[in-house]
C-alpha cells in the first residue's frame, strides 16, 4: 500500500515539474525559425540599402555637378557684364546672353534634383538678384555710359549678391560632400556587417535544430532524476500524507524542521509530537484532502530551546495530492501535500525592523529638523506628518504636490523642477528655498531627501528631511555685502591710483623739464660744479616717473585693463637685448652676468608668439632684482625651450648668489608693496611692485613664475611661458618673386609726393593708383609684403598704404618691420583693408585704417594731412599748465623757433584762425576744450588738416584713446618720457621731413606702443 501510494504521488509530481527537465534550457524551434527569419531579413535589408545609397550618391553627384556649372554660369553672366562695361562694346555681351540663356535651364535642374526647398528658393531669389544686378549695369552702360554703370559698381551690391551665390553654393556642395562621405561611412559598415549577419544566423539556426534533436532524446532519461534531486534539494519542507492524514515522505528540508521543533516521524501525523497543534492543522488537512481546498501560509510557533526567544516560527501550506484523471476536484483526495518554511530569522527581522521604526518616530520627533515621508512618485500621503506641523497645512492640503503651496513664490517652479528630476531618476534630492511657517513667517530651509529602495530596485518610498539654516543664509548675505563692499573699495583704489598717476605725471615732467633746461644753461654759463647736483635731480624725478609708472601698470591689471600684443620675436635675440639693457646695472655692484642660451647659441630657442614688451619687461625685473641684492657674484640668465603636448614651453631662470630669502620671507615675496622685509627695503631699497607686476604679466601671458632660495646662498627665479600665446595667422609661404609694380615705365623718385600702395590684388592697385595720381601724389605700387618692404626701405615713401591678407609676408609683419627699423619707423602707414582689426593696427603703430571698398572720399581726406607743405608759422604750444607753456616757450625759443601758445582747445583754435602754425604741440586733458575736441574741430577745417600735431601728455593713454587719435594726431609721446634734445629733433623732423631727399626720422622710443 505504501509502496504504491509514493509510486503514484512521484508519477504525478514527475508530469507536473516536466517544464523543469534539461532540454527545456536550450532554446527551441520558434529561435532558430527566428534566426532563418533574420538571415532573410539581413539579406534583403543589405540589398535595398544597397540601391537606396547608390540612388543618392548619384543623385548628390549630380547636386554637386549641377551646384558647380550653375556658378559657372553665373561666373560667366558677371564677366560677360564686366566686359561690357570696361569696353562698351556688344560683342563682350556675348558671354552674358549666353549665360542667360542657359541659366534658367541649368537652375530648373539643379532644383529637380534639390530635396530642401528653402535652398531651392533662396537659390532662385540670390540669382535672381545678381542677374538683375548685371542686367540694371548694363542697362546703365548704354544709356549713362561708364561713369554711371562704374557708380552702380561701386555700390558693392554685385559683390554681395555674387558672394551670397557662392556661399550658396559652397554650403550645398559642402553638404552634398558631408552627405556622400556619410553614405560611403554607412556603406562601409553595412556591407561587411550585414552579409555576417546573414551567414551566423544561418549557421545558428541549423546548428539549434541540430542541438534541440539531440536534447529532446535524452530529456525523458533525465526527467525523473531530475525530479527527484529537486525534491530532496528544495530549502523548503516538502511532505506528503495519507488518506489518513499520516506522514508517508519528507525531504532533508522538512526532516531538518522535524528535528529542530515538530518532532514527527514517517507513518505517524504531523502532530504527534505536540497534540496541542491538531486543533490547528487538522481541519485544514480534512479540507485539502475531503473538499480540495488549498490552504497557504499558516504560521505555527513551536517551542524551542535552540530558537532566539525560545520558540521557533514556521510557515505551513497544504494542497490535495490526486493522480491524473482519477474524479472529480470535489472527490476525496489521495493525500495531503505539504510545504513548509521556517520563518524564525523573518520574524526576528520584522521585530527589530518594527523596533526600528518606533526608533525613527521617535527620532523625528525629538530633532529639530523636519522629517517627511511621501509615496514612490514623490506625492505626500493625506496623513499628519512633521511637514504639516511646521508649515500649518492640513494633511489634504500637503497630499500629492499640494506641499508647493507652502515655499515661497519666488522659489517654487525651482523647487517643483528639481523635486521632479529626482524623483523621475531616482537621485538624490537637495535644495535651498524659503518655506512658510505657521505663523507666516518665512524661514531658509536646506532639503534633502533619498529613495529607499526595494531588493529589486522599486522605489518603496521616500525619506526627507528640512532643516533651517536661516541664520546661515543671514551670515552668508552679511558676508556677501561685505565682499562687495571690498571690492568697491579696490576698485575705487585703481582708480585712485590710476588718477594720481596722472595727476603726478604733470608736475614731474615739469621737473625733468625745468632741470634739463637749468642743466643747458648751466653748461653755457660754466657752472660745472651745480651740473651733479641738477643731473641728480633729474635722475630722481625719472625714478619717481618709473615708480609712477608701475603703480599704474599696476592700478591697470587690477582693473583688467592691460592688454597683451602678441608678436613673432626671436627668443634668443629677445634675451640678448635684456641681457644688453641690464648690463650696466649688473656690473655696478662689482656683479658679472653669464647667459645660457642652450645649444647652438640659442638655435635651439627658436622663435616665439607673445607680448614681447611684457616679456622683456618680466626678464629685467627679474634681473634687476637679482643685481639690487648681490654684491661681487654672479648672475645667471637661463633660457631653454621644452616641448610638451599641447604645445612648447620657454622655461627663463634667473639665478644669483645673493643674500637669499627665508621660506617667511618667501611667503610675502610677491605680496604688492611688500618686500622681504622692513630691513631689506631700508637697506636696498625699492617699493615691493617689481615683482607682483612680473608675476601678474606671467599669468597674463599663460605662465607662471615660481622661486626658490637659501639664506646667504641666493635665490632663482623661473619664468615658464608657452612659446605661442595665441593661434598664429595662417601661413603664406609663396616662393613666387614679388616686387614693386611701378604703373609707369620708370620708378618714381623717393621723394615727399610719393606714396606707395602694397596690395596683392592688381585691380585695387591699380584703382587706388589712379585716384592718388589725379589727386597729384606719384605712385609706386608692391603686388606682396615682401616686396613692399623693400620698396618702402628703397623709394622712402612720404606714405604707404598697406593691405593685410597677402602671399609672402602679410600687412601685419610689414607693419611690425617698418615700426621696428629706426630709419623708416617714422613712415605714416595707412591699412587699406577688408578685415575689422582697427585695435591690432593702432597697437602695432597704424597712422589711420581703411575698410575696403574704399570710400574715396575717406581715402581723399586721410591723404590730405600728407600732401607736402611748407609751414613758416610758429609752434602752438597749447597746454592748460603755465609752467608747460613756459618752459616749452623757452625751450622752443632757443631752437631757433617762433612759439605761440594756449590755455585750451578753444583758446587753442583762436591762436590758428589768426595765424596757421607750422605745428601744434597738444596737451589732452584741459578745462573748457579738451585735447580731442581741438584735433576734432582742427581736422574738419579742410585749411588745417595738414597742420603736424604732436600730443604731449602726461595721461594714460587707452585703446580707446588712441582710436580717437588715429588719422589726427601724428605723433603721441608722453611727458617725462623724452628729453629736451630729443623733442626738439622729433619737432625738427616733422615740420622739415617733406623735403626733397630728406632723411626721415627714426620713430621716438618715447611713443605709447
Known amino acids: 500500500?505504501?509502496?504504491?501510494?509514493?509510486?503514484?504521488?512521484?508519477?504525478?509530481?514527475?508530469?507536473?515539474?516536466?517544464?523543469?527537465?534539461?532540454?527545456?534550457?536550450?532554446?527551441?524551434?520558434?529561435?532558430?525559425?527566428?534566426?532563418?527569419?533574420?538571415?532573410v531579413a539581413t539579406g534583403g535589408w543589405n540589398y535595398v540599402e544597397g540601391a537606396r545609397s547608390r540612388a543618392e550618391a548619384d543623385r548628390l553627384g549630380r547636386v554637386m555637378a549641377l551646384s558647380e556649372r550653375v556658378l559657372s554660369t553665373m561666373k560667366d553672366l558677371e564677366t560677360g557684364q564686366r566686359g561690357y562695361v570696361l569696353t562698351g562694346r556688344d560683342d563682350y555681351l556675348?558671354?552674358?546672353?549666353?549665360?542667360?540663356?542657359?541659366?534658367?535651364?541649368?537652375?530648373?535642374?539643379?532644383?529637380?534634383?534639390?530635396?530642401?526647398?528653402?535652398?531651392?528658393e533662396r537659390r532662385r531669389q540670390v540669382v535672381a538678384a545678381e542677374r538683375d544686378y548685371a542686367a540694371r549695369v548694363v542697362s546703365l552702360r548704354r544709356t549713362g555710359g561708364l561713369p554711371a554703370a562704374t557708380d552702380l559698381i561701386q555700390t558693392g551690391e554685385g559683390k554681395r549678391t555674387m558672394d551670397a551665390v557662392r556661399t550658396l553654393t559652397a554650403q550645398v556642395q559642402d553638404g552634398a560632400g558631408a552627405e556622400l562621405k556619410r553614405l560611403a561611412e554607412a556603406d562601409a559598415l553595412r556591407s561587411p556587417l550585414l552579409p555576417l549577419v546573414t551567414l551566423v544566423s544561418g549557421l545558428a539556426a541549423v546548428g539549434l535544430l541540430a542541438r534541440l534533436a539531440l536534447v529532446r532524446r535524452r530529456e525523458s532519461q533525465r526527467m525523473a532524476d531530475l525530479?527527484?534531486?529537486?525534491?530532496?534539494?528544495?530549502?523548503?519542507?516538502?511532505?506528503?500524507?495519507?488518506?489518513?492524514?499520516?506522514?508517508?515522505?519528507?525531504?532533508?528540508?522538512?526532516?531538518?524542521?522535524s528535528e529542530r521543533g515538530f518532532g514527527a516521524d514517517v507513518g505517524a501525523p504531523i502532530w504527534a509530537f505536540l497534540p496541542s497543534l491538531r486543533d490547528a492543522l487538522a481541519p485544514k488537512l480534512a479540507a485539502a484532502r475531503d473538499r480540495g481546498l488549498v490552504t497557504a501560509n499558516i504560521e505555527v510557533g513551536v517551542p524551542a530551546e535552540s530558537a532566539p526567544g525560545g520558540t521557533r516560527y514556521f510557515e505551513v501550506s497544504f494542497f490535495p495530492l490526486r493522480r491524473r484523471g482519477r474524479g472529480p476536484e470535489s472527490e476525496r483526495a489521495d493525500g495531503v501535500g505539504i510545504v513548509m518554511d521556517d520563518v524564525t530569522l523573518?520574524?526576528?527581522?520584522?521585530?527589530?525592523?518594527?523596533?526600528?521604526?518606533?526608533?525613527?518616530?521617535?527620532?523625528?520627533?525629538?530633532?529639530?529638523?523636519?522629517?517627511?515621508?511621501?509615496?514612490?512618485?514623490?506625492?505626500?500621503?493625506?496623513?499628519?506628518?512633521?511637514?504639516?506641523?511646521?508649515?500649518?497645512?492640513?494633511?489634504?492640503?500637503?497630499?500629492g504636490a499640494g506641499f508647493l503651496a507652502a515655499i515661497h513664490p519666488d522659489d517654487r517652479e525651482a523647487t517643483r523642477?528639481?523635486?521632479?528630476?529626482?524623483?523621475?531618476?531616482?537621485?538624490?534630492?537637495?535644495?535651498?528655498?524659503?518655506?512658510?511657517?505657521?505663523?507666516?513667517?518665512?524661514?531658509?530651509?536646506?532639503?534633502?531627501?533619498?529613495?529607499i529602495l526595494e531588493e529589486d530596485g522599486r522605489v518603496r518610498e521616500w525619506v526627507g528631511a528640512h532643516a533651517d539654516v536661516t541664520a546661515r543664509k543671514e551670515a552668508e548675505l552679511e558676508l556677501a555685502a561685505a565682499k562687495e563692499a571690498a571690492e568697491e573699495a579696490n576698485r575705487a583704489k585703481s582708480q585712485f591710483l590710476a588718477n594720481m598717476s596722472h595727476e603726478l605725471r604733470t608736475p614731474l615732467s615739469a621737473v625733468i623739464g625745468y632741470s634739463e633746461m637749468l642743466q643747458e644753461e648751466l653748461e653755457d654759463l660754466g657752472e660745472e660744479s651745480l651740473l651733479g647736483d641738477m643731473r641728480k635731480i633729474e635722475a630722481n624725478a625719472r625714478h619717481l616717473l618709473g615708480l609712477i609708472n608701475d603703480v599704474l601698470d599696476l592700478s591697470k591689471i587690477e582693473a583688467e585693463r592691460m592688454e597683451v600684443y602678441a608678436e613673432d620675436l626671436d627668443v634668443a635675440e629677445t634675451v640678448r637685448e635684456v641681457a644688453t639693457t641690464v648690463d650696466a646695472l649688473v656690473v655696478k655692484k662689482g656683479n658679472h652676468l653669464d647667459l645660457h642660451l642652450g645649444e647652438g647659441d640659442g638655435k635651439d630657442l627658436g622663435r616665439a608668439h607673445t607680448d614681447a614688451t611684457k616679456l622683456r619687461q618680466c626678464l629685467i625685473n627679474l634681473l634687476s632684482n637679482a643685481a639690487k641684492f648681490t654684491e661681487g657674484g654672479t648672475i645667471t640668465l637661463s633660457a631653454a625651450r621644452e616641448h610638451r603636448e599641447g604645445g612648447d614651453r620657454l622655461r627663463f631662470t634667473v639665478t644669483d648668489t645673493g643674500i637669499g630669502m627665508s621660506e617667511e620671507q618667501l611667503s610675502r615675496l610677491f605680496q604688492r608693496f611688500t618686500q622681504a622685509d622692513a630691513s631689506t627695503t631700508r637697506r636696498f631699497g625699492g617699493t615691493g611692485l617689481g615683482l607682483a607686476i612680473t608675476r601678474a604679466f606671467a599669468r597674463m601671458l599663460g605662465g607662471e613664475i615660481t622661486v626658490t632660495s637659501r639664506v646667504g646662498e641666493g635665490t632663482t627665479f623661473t619664468l615658464e611661458l608657452p612659446a605661442l600665446y595665441e593661434e598664429r595667422d595662417p601661413a603664406e609661404p609663396g616662393h613666387e618673386d614679388g616686387h614693386p609694380v611701378p604703373d609707369a615705365p620708370a620708378v618714381p623718385t623717393a621723394g615727399s609726393n610719393l606714396v606707395l600702395v602694397v596690395d596683392d590684388d592688381p585691380a585695387t592697385r591699380d584703382l587706388i593708383a589712379r585716384f592718388l595720381r589725379r589727386d597729384g601724389f606719384e605712385v609706386a605700387t608692391a603686388a606682396d609684403g615682401r616686396a613692399g618692404l623693400e620698396a618702402a626701405r628703397r623709394l622712402r615713401p612720404r606714405v604707404v598704404l598697406l593691405d593685410v591678407t597677402m602671399p609672402r609676408m602679410d600687412g601685419w609683419a610689414v607693419l611690425r618691420a617698418l615700426r621696428a627699423d629706426p630709419d623708416f619707423g617714422a613712415i605714416p602707414v595707412i591699412m587699406v583693408t577688408v578685415l575689422d582689426e582697427q585695435n591690432l593696427a593702432f597697437s602695432l603703430g597704424a597712422t589711420d585704417y581703411l575698410h575696403k571698398p574704399v570710400e574715396w572720399g575717406a581715402l581723399k581726406e586721410a591723404m590730405e594731412r600728407f600732401r607736402p607743405a611748407i609751414h613758416e608759422g610758429p609752434v602752438l604750444v597749447v597746454d592748460d599748465d603755465p609752467d608747460v607753456r613756459e618752459r616749452m616757450t623757452t625751450m622752443l625759443t632757443r631752437e631757433g623757433w617762433r612759439v605761440a601758445s594756449a590755455e585750451n582747445g578753444l583758446a587753442?583754435?583762436?591762436?590758428?584762425?589768426?595765424?596757421?602754425?607750422?605745428?601744434?604741440?597738444?596737451?589732452?586733458?584741459?578745462?573748457?576744450?579738451?585735447?580731442?575736441g581741438f584735433l576734432r574741430a582742427l581736422r574738419d577745417r579742410p585749411e588745417w588738416r595738414d597742420i603736424p600735431v604732436?600730443?604731449?601728455?602726461?595721461?594714460?593713454?587707452?585703446?580707446e584713446d588712441r582710436r580717437r587719435l588715429a588719422g589726427r594726431a601724428d605723433r603721441i609721446l608722453q611727458k617725462g618720457h623724452l628729453g629736451m634734445a630729443d623733442l626738439a629733433a622729433t619737432l625738427r623732423g616733422l615740420m622739415g621731413g617733406g623735403g626733397e631727399g630728406a632723411p626721415v626720422e627714426g620713430p621716438d622710443r618715447a611713443v605709447v606702443p
Open 417 to 451: 523642477v528639481a523635486w521632479e528630476h529626482a524623483v523621475a531618476g531616482r537621485t538624490l534630492y537637495t535644495i535651498e528655498h524659503r518655506l512658510r511657517r505657521h505663523d507666516g513667517v518665512w524661514r531658509h530651509m536646506e532639503g534633502r531627501s533619498v529613495p
Open 346 to 399: 523573518g520574524k526576528i527581522a520584522e521585530r527589530r525592523r518594527a523596533d526600528s521604526e518606533e526608533r525613527f518616530r521617535s527620532l523625528t520627533e525629538a530633532t529639530s529638523a523636519i522629517v517627511w515621508t511621501t509615496t514612490p512618485d514623490g506625492a505626500f500621503r493625506e496623513v499628519a506628518s512633521e511637514w504639516t506641523r511646521f508649515t500649518g497645512q492640513s494633511p489634504a492640503e500637503a497630499a
Open 950 to 959: 604732436v600730443v604731449l601728455t602726461a595721461k594714460d593713454i587707452t585703446a
Open 908 to 932: 587753442g583754435l583762436e591762436a590758428v584762425g589768426v595765424r596757421k602754425p607750422g605745428l601744434v604741440l597738444l596737451d589732452l586733458m584741459m578745462p573748457e576744450m579738451d585735447g580731442f
Open 227 to 257: 525530479l527527484e534531486s529537486v525534491l530532496e534539494n528544495a530549502p523548503v519542507g516538502l511532505g506528503f500524507l495519507d488518506g489518513d492524514l499520516n506522514l508517508r515522505h519528507m525531504n532533508r528540508a522538512l526532516g531538518n524542521m
Open 94 to 120: 556675348a558671354p552674358y546672353d549666353t549665360a542667360l540663356a542657359r541659366l534658367d535651364g541649368e537652375l530648373t535642374a539643379l532644383d529637380a534634383v534639390t530635396l530642401d526647398p528653402a535652398i531651392r
Open 1 to 39: 500500500m505504501q509502496s504504491t501510494g509514493d509510486m503514484s504521488i512521484k508519477t504525478a509530481a514527475a508530469q507536473r515539474w516536466r517544464f523543469l527537465a534539461p532540454g527545456r534550457r536550450v532554446p527551441g524551434s520558434p529561435l532558430a525559425f527566428l534566426l532563418l527569419a533574420l538571415a
